[in-house]
């Protein structure tokens, strides 16, 4: 009879094998974007065994001339690589708590060959003072894995990644993806993801996410599929099944708030003169100095004051919708009528100049020149997966569908064998 151990190696080895088998149907240049092999590189491009090698942090008092020459640099060394330094890495910047490491020559004679500072968590700052002085940066060896990950949402996006063991970052990563189409004030307990992503690592130590492969978001029992491709000369992007790009024409909302303090509606009793009249917008209570962004590319057709709106911005984004934001404090710097803004391209800070009771945010919307409601109103689609990379697109669905399915299906099988076990 066969042990718990045997029959979940069995099962691991089949539903693996039918997955990537499955994935294979796929064309191989998409099956190759999605098989991530660790990337080995030089760290340094210093043969480590031919020198005695210490390591320290940088502490507090410690300067670049100070340090190196307690290491055992002299002064016209220093002086030297501090000018060399200038346009590759400014040494007054070296920050406390920063690991580094010395190279010092074999033998009676031993002196100093090479300053090692890690200027960040995937590069180094490499001081060479061995044959010559030189001053370059050198990228850490990199491992690359292909990484799972579930989370529910039970508090808050941020908080529940990090009670699953996953990096924080990856919060940040989805919700930039689903800038357009999720509503991250608006997430609910119940609400959960499943993703691949590519983990960057060095000498074993997370560093940073890579890329992000595949995202399931289920956002109020519906599942938004995001798809990371790239379509040729348009370059990489999120697309969901269809071959849509989630990248929309406007943005959810137009900055960072607390809360909506109030909504569209065409019967509103103002809060100061208590007379009942549309409000066609909606408003964001957010503090006073908070950026407000461009909702989507456009040109300023309007700045200045609007009366009852107090500081005003106006953009036209094309021939159908136009956007407003009232009650600012203060514009962007240099912004002005005529001038071309970006999608989430910063246009003035909240305020609540005018007719206002609180610091907020009067955001508002026309489609051909009829208010619309901005929480409801549908952003139109960005251009989708070109013809020509169709195809090829669909293969790479295929081979993240079924490889998620895969590890999926391994959790379950723990699952089951733990409650046998």
């Known amino acids: 009879m066969l042990k718990i151990s045997q029959m979940?190696?069995?099962?691991?080895?089949?539903?693996?094998?039918?997955?990537?088998?499955?994935?294979?149907?796929?064309?191989?240049?998409?099956?190759?974007?999605?098989?991530?092999?660790?990337?080995?590189?030089?760290?340094?491009?210093?043969?480590?065994?031919?020198?005695?090698?210490?390591?320290?942090?940088?502490?507090?008092?410690?300067?670049?001339?100070?340090?190196?020459?307690?290491?055992?640099?002299?002064?016209?060394?220093?002086?030297?690589?501090?000018?060399?330094?200038?346009?590759?890495?400014?040494?007054?910047?070296?920050?406390?708590?920063?690991?580094?490491?010395?190279?010092?020559?074999?033998?009676?004679?031993?002196?100093?060959?090479?300053?090692?500072?890690?200027?960040?968590?995937?590069?180094?700052?490499?001081?060479?003072?061995?044959?010559?002085?030189?001053?370059?940066?050198?990228?850490?060896?990199?491992?690359?894995?292909?990484?799972?990950?579930?989370?529910?949402?039970?508090?808050?996006?941020?908080?529940?990644?990090?009670?699953?063991?996953?990096?924080?970052?990856?919060?940040?990563?989805?919700?930039?993806?689903?800038?357009?189409?999720?509503d991250f004030f608006g997430l609910q307990k119940g609400d959960s993801f499943r993703v691949l992503y590519d983990e960057m690592s060095h000498k074993g130590e997370p560093v940073g996410i890579a890329n992000v492969a595949y995202v399931q978001f289920t956002h109020q029992s519906k599942m938004?599929?995001?798809?990371?491709?790239?379509?040729?000369?348009?370059?990489?992007?999120?697309?969901?099944?269809?071959?849509?790009?989630?990248?929309?024409?406007?943005?959810?909302?137009?900055?960072?708030?607390?809360?909506?303090?109030?909504?569209?509606?065409?019967?509103?009793?103002?809060?100061?003169?208590?007379?009942v009249r549309p409000h066609t917008g909606v408003d964001y209570a957010a503090p006073k100095g908070t950026p407000v962004w461009s909702i989507g590319d456009g040109v300023v057709i309007s700045k200045g004051w609007g009366g009852g709106g107090g500081n005003t911005v106006k953009i036209r984004h094309n021939s159908i919708y136009t956007t407003a934001y009232l009650h600012l404090s203060r514009y962007a710097k240099g912004l002005k009528v005529g001038q071309r803004v970006k999608q989430g391209e910063v246009i003035g800070y909240v305020g609540s100049t005018g007719m206002s009771t609180g610091p907020h945010l009067d955001f508002r919307v026309w489609k051909n020149g009829t208010p619309v409601n901005p929480l409801t109103m549908e952003s139109p689609a960005s251009e989708p997966v070109s013809k020509e990379n169709l195809a090829a697109f669909r293969d790479t669905m295929e081979v993240y569908k079924n490889y998620l399915d895969s590890l999926i299906s391994v959790k379950y099988v723990d699952r089951l064998l733990e409650n046998l076990m």
């Not at 346009?87 to 300053?115: C, H, M, P, Q, W």
């Not at 960072?256 to 208590?274: C, D, G, L, M």
């Open 8 to 182: 979940k190696t069995y099962l691991y080895v089949f539903i693996l094998a039918v997955g990537l088998g499955c994935a294979r149907t796929g064309n191989d240049e998409s099956l190759e974007s999605a098989e991530i092999e660790e990337v080995t590189q030089t760290e340094y491009g210093i043969p480590v065994g031919d020198y005695v090698v210490k390591s320290g942090e940088i502490e507090k008092g410690d300067f670049f001339g100070t340090l190196l020459l307690r290491l055992g640099a002299d002064n016209n060394q220093i002086q030297k690589l501090t000018d060399l330094g200038k346009d590759v890495f400014d040494v007054t910047k070296i920050k406390i708590g920063n690991s580094y490491e010395v190279f010092y020559t074999g033998g009676d004679s031993s002196r100093l060959a090479y300053f090692i500072y890690e200027r960040d968590r995937s590069s180094y700052v490499v001081f060479g003072l061995e044959d010559s002085l030189y001053v370059r940066i050198a990228e850490k060896e990199m491992g690359l894995e292909r990484k799972y990950a579930e989370v529910t949402v039970n508090t808050s996006l941020w908080n529940d990644v990090q009670a699953a063991g996953v990096s924080p970052v990856l919060a940040l990563e989805i919700a930039d993806i689903y800038a357009w189409t999720i």
């Open 224 to 275: 938004y599929e995001a798809y990371h491709f790239h379509d040729g000369d348009r370059g990489s992007h999120f697309w969901n099944e269809k071959g849509e790009s989630l990248k929309k024409a406007f943005l959810k909302a137009p900055l960072s708030f607390t809360r909506i303090s109030s909504k569209f509606t065409y019967a509103r009793k103002h809060p100061i003169t208590r007379v």
